[in-house]
């Protein structure tokens, strides 16, 4: 297919803008009545619609920055001098996620004295300067007044989103021309949208979602789990955080408790649901890969039977 031809060549034309070729994918995604593939395009053509949303590789850490007075002297552009907030607190506050469009990140290359610039400031909110400035005060004074404050970036930030689109979208593309070869036309695709949607969870999906890191065949995953026994709260959190839905968790948390583990087994009712799982996995309904989301239910799962 023509179409398919001309995303590939825009991709590996470093000239071209990778927002090009997502609008080709757009009319590709379109034309064969793919939803997930357009969802994914439109969220990087228009920028993503919370931070919520965005996926592990729009995701980073930064310096927290800006221009305070301690009581003795006006200090301006200088890392916030932040209490010990605990790990988990520190993470949070210096995790910056962008929603930014690829448009939007392919054009801070195009501002004025970009030359000079190695890093990208971005300002908090009003709330959050006056939360900062309360916690401050407590380790420096009644005194201390935080009058701006942001989170700075290194510039490079935006060079890794855009180039692990465009390698996702190159690898995606790939396959699905290895798949339904060079002269597949757009019934061909359309009738094949289950299977193109295992291409995607193995080639754009999985490749982050911030809770999941796949690696290898899919069979491998590394997740954030932190579930003591019995804890129905905790269960329901993780499997929100990794995608599954509402009604499919209210179908486990009924059926949860009313069989045990055997050795290595869960009970039947357990597998019933997993197998469930696993084909809205395949099928796309689900989108994490068939291989993590077998590690992932098991480990989940595990660790409300046994924390």
Same mark, same amino acid.
């Given at each position: 297919?023509?179409?398919?031809?001309?995303?590939?060549?825009?991709?590996?034309?470093?000239?071209?803008?990778?927002?090009?070729?997502?609008?080709?994918? *757009?009319?590709?995604?379109?034309?064969?009545?793919? *939803?997930?593939?357009?969802?994914?395009?439109? @969220?990087?053509?228009?920028?993503?619609?919370?931070?919520?949303?965005?996926?592990?590789?729009?995701?980073?850490?930064?310096?927290?920055?800006?221009?305070?007075?301690?009581?003795?002297?006006?200090?301006?552009?200088?890392?916030?001098?932040?209490?010990?907030?605990?790990?988990?607190?520190?993470?949070?506050?210096?995790? #910056?996620?962008?929603?930014? @469009? %690829?448009?939007?990140?392919?054009?801070?290359?195009?501002?004025?004295?970009?030359?000079?610039?190695?890093?990208?400031?971005?300002?908090?909110?009003?709330?959050?300067?006056?939360?900062?400035?309360?916690?401050?005060?407590? @380790?420096?004074?009644?005194?201390?007044?935080?009058?701006?404050?942001?989170?700075?970036?290194?510039?490079? #930030?935006?060079?890794?989103? %855009?180039?692990?689109?465009?390698?996702?979208?190159?690898?995606?593309?790939?396959?699905?021309?290895?798949?339904?070869?060079?002269?597949?036309?757009?019934?061909?695709?359309?009738?094949?949208?289950? *299977?193109?949607?295992?291409?995607?969870?193995?080639?754009?999906?999985?490749?982050?979602?911030?809770?999941?890191?796949?690696?290898?065949?899919?069979?491998? %995953?590394?997740?954030?789990? &932190?579930?003591?026994?019995?804890?129905?709260?905790?269960?329901?959190?993780?499997?929100?955080? &990794?995608?599954?839905?509402?009604?499919?968790?209210?179908?486990?948390?009924?059926?949860?408790?009313?069989?045990?583990?055997?050795?290595?087994?869960?009970?039947? *009712?357990?597998?019933?649901?997993?197998?469930?799982?696993?084909?809205?996995?395949?099928?796309?309904?689900?989108?994490?890969? %068939?291989?993590?989301?077998? @590690?992932?239910?098991?480990?989940?799962?595990?660790?409300?039977?046994?924390?």
């Amino acid at each position: 297919m023509k179409l398919i031809s001309d995303i590939l060549n825009d991709l590996v034309n470093d000239q071209i803008s990778l927002t090009v070729a997502l609008n080709k994918t *757009k009319v590709l995604a379109t034309r064969i009545g793919n *939803k997930r593939l357009l969802d994914w395009v439109n @969220s990087e053509l228009k920028g993503y619609a919370n931070l919520n949303s965005v996926p592990e590789y729009r995701i980073t850490h930064g310096t927290i920055i800006g221009d305070f007075n301690n009581g003795r002297q006006m200090v301006t552009n200088y890392p916030i001098p932040l209490p010990d907030l605990g790990e988990k607190m520190d993470d949070q506050i210096r995790q #910056f996620r962008t929603v930014d @469009s %690829i448009y939007t990140l392919e054009s801070f290359f195009k501002m004025p004295g970009r030359e000079k610039l190695d890093s990208l400031v971005f300002p908090f909110s009003d709330g959050m300067r006056a939360t900062l400035e309360d916690i401050l005060r407590n @380790s420096n004074g009644p005194y201390f007044q935080l009058i701006s404050v942001g989170i700075k970036v290194p510039f490079h #930030f935006a060079t890794s989103v %855009i180039a692990k689109v465009k390698d996702m979208l190159l690898e995606f593309m790939l396959e699905i021309e290895k798949e339904f070869g060079i002269e597949s036309d757009i019934a061909d695709l359309k009738n094949n949208n289950l *299977k193109i949607n295992y291409i995607m969870n193995n080639t754009i999906t999985n490749n982050g979602d911030g809770n999941v890191v796949n690696t290898g065949s899919n069979s491998q %995953i590394t997740a954030n789990i &932190n579930i003591i026994k019995g804890d129905k709260e905790a269960l329901t959190k993780s499997l929100k955080e &990794n995608g599954v839905a509402t009604e499919d968790i209210s179908d486990l948390l009924m059926v949860i408790d009313t069989e045990k583990p055997n050795g290595n087994s869960f009970g039947e *009712k357990v597998n019933n649901w997993m197998k469930k799982m696993l084909a809205k996995s395949i099928d796309g309904t689900w989108q994490v890969g %068939i291989g993590a989301a077998g @590690s992932l239910l098991a480990e989940l799962i595990k660790a409300y039977y046994v924390g």
